[in-house]
T-cell receptor, first 114, second 111 residues
Framework: AQSVSQHNHHVILSEAASLELGCNYS??????LFWYVQYPGQHLQLLLK??????LVKGIKGFEAEFIKSKFSFNLRKPSVQWSDTAEYFC????????????FGKGTTLSVSS | EAGVTQSPTHLIKTRGQQATLRCSPI?????VYWYQQALGLGLQFLLW???????NRGNFPPRFSGRQFPNYSSELNVNALELEDSALYLC??????????FGSGTRLTVV
C-alpha cells in the first residue's frame, strides 16, 4: 500500500527566507506526485505535479519540487517566501497501477511573518 | 467552467443520525473522490467512484458509503454518526486521474 510522509508539521519563517518542505513516499512502482496548497478559508489548489520527464518541476507562485527517485522524495522549495504563502501544504502520491487512489500526507502548516 | 460543487456547506447532526453529502464534478470528469479532513490528520481517502462503480475504498467502516449517479454526481452517506466523524469532507473530480480538482467541502459537525 502506498503512503506519504511529510516531515514537518509546522514551519515558521520570516519573509524572504527560503523554504523546503520534505515529502517521502512509499510505493513499489511508478508514481505521479503532487503538491497542493490550502490557504486559510479556501479550497485545495494544485501547486505542481510530476508525472514523468524532468525531475525538477516548476509550479505556480514560484514554487518548485524535485523528484529524487532513489530517495522516494518529492520536496517542495521556494527561494523567498512571502506573507501570502501562509497556508497548509499537502504532498500527495498516486501509484500508476489501476485502482490506486490519490493518497495525501498529513500536511505542513507554513506560517510566514512579515 | 464551473468547478467541483459540494452541498451543503455546513451540516449539523446528532450522534446516531445519518448524513448525506453531495458532490457535482466538473463537466466531463467521470471520477469522483471523497476525502475526510479531520484536524491534525490531513486528508484521508474515503471512496473513489468512476463510471458509476466503486473503484477503491479507504480504511473506513462500512457505515461510510456512497454512490455515483449516471450524470457522474455523487453522494456520500454516513450512517450512525459518531462524534469523531466531525470533519471537513472534500470531494474531488478528475478525468482519467490526470488532475484532481477539489470542491470547497462540507463541514460536518456531530453533536
Amino acid at each position: 500500500a502506498q503512503s506519504v510522509s511529510q516531515h514537518n508539521h509546522h514551519v515558521i519563517l520570516s519573509e524572504a527566507a527560503s523554504l523546503e518542505l520534505g515529502c517521502n513516499y512509499s510505493y513499489g512502482g511508478t508514481v505521479n506526485l503532487f503538491w497542493y496548497v490550502q490557504y486559510p478559508g479556501q479550497h485545495l489548489q494544485l501547486l505542481l505535479k510530476y508525472f514523468s520527464g524532468d525531475p525538477l518541476v516548476k509550479g505556480i507562485k514560484g514554487f518548485e519540487a524535485e523528484f529524487i527517485k532513489s530517495k522516494f522524495s518529492f520536496n517542495l522549495r521556494k527561494p523567498s517566501v512571502q506573507w501570502s504563502d501562509t497556508a497548509e501544504y499537502f504532498c500527495a502520491v498516486k501509484g500508476n497501477q489501476a485502482g490506486t487512489a490519490l493518497i495525501f500526507g498529513k500536511g505542513t502548516t507554513l506560517s510566514v511573518s512579515s | 467552467e464551473a468547478g467541483v460543487t459540494q452541498s451543503p456547506t455546513h451540516l449539523i447532526k446528532t450522534r446516531g443520525q445519518q448524513a448525506t453529502l453531495r458532490c457535482s464534478p466538473i463537466s466531463g470528469h467521470t471520477s469522483v473522490y471523497w476525502y475526510q479532513q479531520a484536524l491534525g490528520l490531513g486528508l484521508q481517502f474515503l471512496l473513489w467512484y468512476d463510471e458509476g462503480e466503486e473503484r477503491n475504498r479507504g480504511n473506513f467502516p462500512p457505515r461510510f458509503s456512497g454512490r455515483q449517479f449516471p450524470n457522474y454526481s455523487s453522494e456520500l452517506n454516513v450512517n450512525a454518526l459518531e462524534l469523531e466523524d466531525s470533519a471537513l469532507y472534500l470531494c474531488a473530480s478528475s478525468l482519467e486521474g490526470l488532475g484532481y480538482t477539489f470542491g470547497s467541502g462540507t463541514r460536518l459537525t456531530v453533536v
